[in-house]
């Protein structure tokens, strides 16, 4: 008898069934991913009492889930994501879930990010204690975060970003103790962060960026939570400054706090973060897609969690910093980018900012940044994206390298003190001063030179003709002079002869 019917990954497959068939099996396992389903939602798939995997991503299929699909027992493993499907979630399967000892062994999953379904989310789904990722971004949900959520204990991945959702984060998601991925970004939430939020020791992503959070970052972050590696409140409304307990987080390779109003001095122990000073990174794999937006060369990327290994960037721009770059930050030698635009930095441009050379984006545009550019920045071969419009630089703007193709004058707009290309105002350097002749001076000087050319000239001519007569008396030394001419001229035509011969053989080779 068919249990499974895998045809996924096939987007050149097209599936016509009637809406009137009734299969004379019972599927285990239907993956049609990518396929084209005509006829909307597929009404075939309500005969198939013991589903355990459900995968119709990506089939073109839109409108409601149909009422049938609610009297379903429940699917373990089910993904419907990458489709126009709309209305609310309640038509989910909510039947007894099929206990089957033959089954396989999947983790129990929800995929319905990238449609458009709305509402609040219904508090069937807290039915759902066996759920190990859910993923309901990229919807238009509405309301809070439901309660009964706090009895989600097996979650490890929980995809919220990109909805409608409001109201503060609840204390109950620090129960959650397996979570390692928390992402609920492009929301409304606000309020500040519950301190139960310290016992996710496992959390790897955190994710909280475009909301209304605010207060500050607490110390338990790095303290309690030391195996982050990402941590993102891009646009938000928190303050004070970023603690040293966050350099503690020895993993970090994307650290986002951008578009806040955090004051304070950037830390030094920045400097220390282990994952931004080492060339291996976190790869998250299959099985969740989640995106990550990063402000990379002057725009926003989104990548997915099979890529975010390679992304290493530090993003502190559009808030209220003070005080220097401090030097230690060059030690984070597998950086990608760094931006610090947007802020009150004094002081200069680190002398060693050529050390950073994986560096492919630098923005530190909207600062009071004074001095010269170190002429290490040539040592940038990555680089190609930078900005230090509008500081206070001044001197000669270094060439080579990288910088070559970096021509847009645009770079280094608003630093008036700024020569050399691609800015228009020339330099005149003070190294290697130009320094006009005094006529009167060449003319007292040129009897001199007169005299000097002329002792050259007798003392060639002395060694000259000394050289002659030697020979004219003496025959031995003629002779030895003769021989070695001869043997001389013999060797050349050996060698010439020998390197002709070489070059006709390998002619005749090919």
């Not at 991913?33 to 597929?42: A, H, L, T, V, W």
């Not at 983790?107 to 709305?118: G, I, K, R, S, W």
């Not at 050390?355 to 170190?374: A, C, Q």
């Amino acid at each position: 008898m068919l249990k499974e019917f895998n045809v996924g990954s096939n987007s050149k497959l097209t599936l016509n069934v009637s809406r009137e068939w009734l299969p004379p099996f019972q599927l285990r396992d239907i993956d049609l991913s990518s396929c084209k389903i005509g006829n909307g939602f597929p009404r075939w798939l309500q005969n198939h009492r013991k589903l355990h995997r459900l995968v119709l991503s990506n089939t073109t299929i839109s409108g409601p889930l149909p009422m049938s699909l609610r009297k379903m027992p429940i699917i373990p493993f089910m993904d419907l994501s990458h489709n126009n499907l709309s209305g609310p979630l309640t038509n989910l399967p909510n039947g007894v879930a099929n206990v089957d000892d033959d089954g396989d062994c999947i983790e129990p999953a929800l995929y319905l990010q990238n449609n458009t379904f709305n509402e609040s989310i219904p508090r069937s789904l807290c039915k759902r204690a066996d759920l190990v990722y859910l993923d309901l971004s990229k919807n238009r949900l509405t309301g809070e975060i439901p309660k009964c959520f706090k009895n989600l204990q097996n979650l490890q991945f929980l995809g919220l970003s990109s909805n409608g959702l409001s109201g503060t984060l609840p204390s109950f998601i620090g129960n959650i103790s397996d979570l390692s991925s928390l992402n609920l970004n492009d929301n409304n939430f606000s309020g500040e962060l519950p301190a139960e939020l310290w016992n996710l020791s496992v959390l790897e992503v955190l994710d909280l960026g475009d909301n209304a959070f605010c207060g500050k970052i607490p110390e338990w972050i790095g303290e309690k939570i030391k195996l982050l590696w990402v941590f993102r409140i891009h646009k938000n409304n928190f303050t004070r400054g970023i603690p040293q307990s966050l350099c503690t987080t020895t993993n970090l390779q994307i650290l986002d706090v951008a578009h806040n109003n955090f004051t304070g001095t950037i830390p030094h122990c920045l400097g220390e973060l282990q994952g931004m000073r080492n060339d291996y990174g976190r790869d998250f794999g299959e099985g969740t897609e989640e995106g990550l937006v990063q402000d990379m060369k002057g725009s926003s990327y989104e990548y997915t969690t099979n890529t975010w290994y390679l992304v290493k960037n530090i993003d502190l721009s559009n808030n209220k910093f003070v005080g220097e770059i401090h030097v230690e930050l060059t030690a984070l030698s597998e950086l990608l980018g760094l931006k610090f635009a947007n802020n009150h930095l004094s002081g200069g441009i680190p002398d060693n900012i050529g050390n950073m050379r994986t560096l492919i984006s630098l923005d530190l545009s909207g600062n009071e940044l004074g001095g010269s550019i170190p002429p290490s920045i040539t040592n940038l071969t990555f680089l190609s994206h930078l900005n230090l419009l509008n500081n206070k630089l001044s001197g000669r703007i270094p060439t080579g390298n990288q910088l070559q193709t970096l021509i847009d004058p645009s770079i280094y707009a608003g630093n008036k003190d700024l020569c050399g290309p691609p800015m228009p105002k020339n330099c005149s350097n003070p190294d290697e001063p130009t320094i006009t002749p005094n006529k009167k001076d060449e003319a007292a000087h040129e009897p001199n030179k007169v005299w000097f050319y002329m002792d050259i000239m007798c003392g060639c001519a002395t060694v000259f003709w000394g050289v002659i007569v030697v020979l004219i008396l003496k025959k031995q030394g003629r002779h030895k002079l003769f021989m070695f001419a001869e043997e001389s001229m013999d060797k050349i035509h050996v060698a010439i002869m020998v390197r002709v011969y070489k070059m006709r053989r390998g002619k005749g080779a090919i």
